[in-house]
């Protein structure tokens, strides 16, 4: 009788840790993460509308102000690259990721901060400003004219924004410094090529630039690399003494237009960013820029590359389970 009731007790006491176990997964199930990787399709009839939502408002945003699309696209690479792709540049503060110099003139915050308005009507405390924010990165470059991609949700917030962890690839970078940063990230060369032809669409400061068009490390000459054809059409939209706070196409010609205008560009030196020229130096970027175009064979379709590099951006370091939360509002924490 003592070893039925011996045994019983065991029994009893697995399912009661059983239980508990199951219930803490559903407890972190609710939160959104649940500790899987996202997927497509994620939030399935939770929140069945979601791409539609993120989609109608980044629409209404870049509709009303274009420079809303580089924007985006490029927060998203901002968020990614500190600290993974957590929305922890959404946050505000003194001290966050928004103050840290690179990010002072990202744009498309309110688009962000709309959509997550509308998803918490539609679906509260489901949908994650990481999520919206990587659909509506998606939806700038589709916006633009470019090649959509499924997007894999179940990302979680995070709670650490602070300017000081934001380090990113430079714009004076040489290609082996870009290939070591971005293969710190678990990405190759080609998604490095490929997702740096998102300069596409966007521009950058003239304070950041004009260097390399008046005095080149102290010459007192543009850039012997720069095609000489293009220098004076930058001298003229960044005088030497003028706004240092106005902008210059990064993608001459085709600004607005996601395409591949910004590597053929890249091919015959005419782009505005150190970093962008160098790429067409180094023999193995050089070859990726040629098989986008389809000057090398075997080719790659420039969009679809696209796509599949922000899929594995967008999965960097990403929170699930108890490393995050959904946050009520974009730009704090709970």
């Known amino acids: 009788m003592g070893r039925s009731y011996t045994l019983l007790f065991i ?30 399709g994620y939030y399935g009839n939770r929140c069945r509308n979601v791409e539609s939502i993120v989609a109608s408002v980044v629409r209404a945003h870049v509709r009303s102000n274009p420079a809303n699309a580089p924007g985006i696209l490029r927060m998203h690479f901002h968020d990614c690259f500190v600290r993974g792709c957590d929305g922890s540049v959404l946050l505000a503060g003194n001290t966050s990721e928004r103050t840290a110099v690179p990010n002072r003139s990202l744009r498309g915050f309110e688009a962000i901060e709309e ?28 916006l633009t004219g470019g090649q959509g991609w499924r997007v894999p949700l179940g990302r979680l917030d995070g ?39 998102g300069h596409t669409i966007g521009t950058a400061g003239c304070g950041l630039v004009r260097g390399r068009f008046f005095n080149f490390n102290g010459t007192g000459q543009p850039d ?24 210059v196409d990064l993608d001459d010609g085709s600004v607005g237009r996601f395409d591949t205008s910004f590597l053929r560009n890249v091919r015959s030196s005419r782009v505005v960013l150190q970093s962008d020229l160098v790429l067409w130096r180094d023999p193995e970027t050089r070859a990726i820029i040629e098989r986008l175009l389809g000057l090398r064979r075997p080719s790659l379709r420039f969009g679809t590359e696209f796509g599949k590099s922000m899929v594995k951006m967008s999965l960097i370091d990403v929170k699930t389970g108890s490393d995050g939360e959904i946050r009520r509002v974009c730009s704090r924490i709970n």
């Open 224 to 247: 012997p690399s720069i095609n000489p054809r293009f220098v004076p059409l930058v001298q003229n939209r960044c005088p030497l003494t003028g706004d240092a706070s106005a902008r």
């Open 11 to 40: 029994l009893v006491t697995i399912l009661v840790l059983v239980a508990a176990a199951t219930a803490q997964g559903n407890r972190g199930s609710s939160r959104g993460g649940g500790g899987r990787r996202p997927r497509v």
């Open 159 to 197: 709670r650490i924004s602070q300017a000081s962890d934001v380090i990113l690839p430079g714009l004076f970078d040489p290609v082996d410094k870009q290939k070591r940063d971005f293969a710190a990230k678990t990405l190759n060369t080609i998604d490095l090529v490929t997702l740096v032809g």
């Open 115 to 142: 959509a997550k308005a509308r998803l918490e009507v539609a679906c509260p405390r489901t949908v994650s400003c990481a999520d919206i924010l990587t659909l509506a990165a998606r939806e700038a470059v589709v």
